[in-house]
């Protein structure tokens, strides 16, 4: 079972204006975290706390639950 990131949050950030050069520049989020929103990864619970309220939503709207069988595991 895993739990990540849906695939548009990088997308909901630049269309509410974060844009990932802005985030890195005024340090909202690093480098690292963005890579891993990239790919789908679950990042500290402190930047799920800044991206939703960033995107003004709850963390269930940008994660999802995949089970083992939809991995392919």
Avoid: H, W
């Avoid at 909901?12 to 480098?31: F, H, P």
């Avoid at 706390?49 to 003004?56: G, K």
């Amino acid at each position: 079972m895993a739990i990540r990131l849906k695939s548009d949050v990088l997308e909901r950030l630049k269309a509410a204006g974060y844009n990932t050069n802005k985030m890195r520049k005024e340090k909202i989020l690093g480098e690292s975290t963005i890579q891993k929103i990239r790919r789908g990864e679950v990042v500290f619970p402190a930047y799920l706390d800044t991206i939703c309220a960033l995107l003004d939503c709850q963390p269930g709207d940008i994660m999802e639950y995949v089970s083992d069988e939809k991995e392919g595991k």
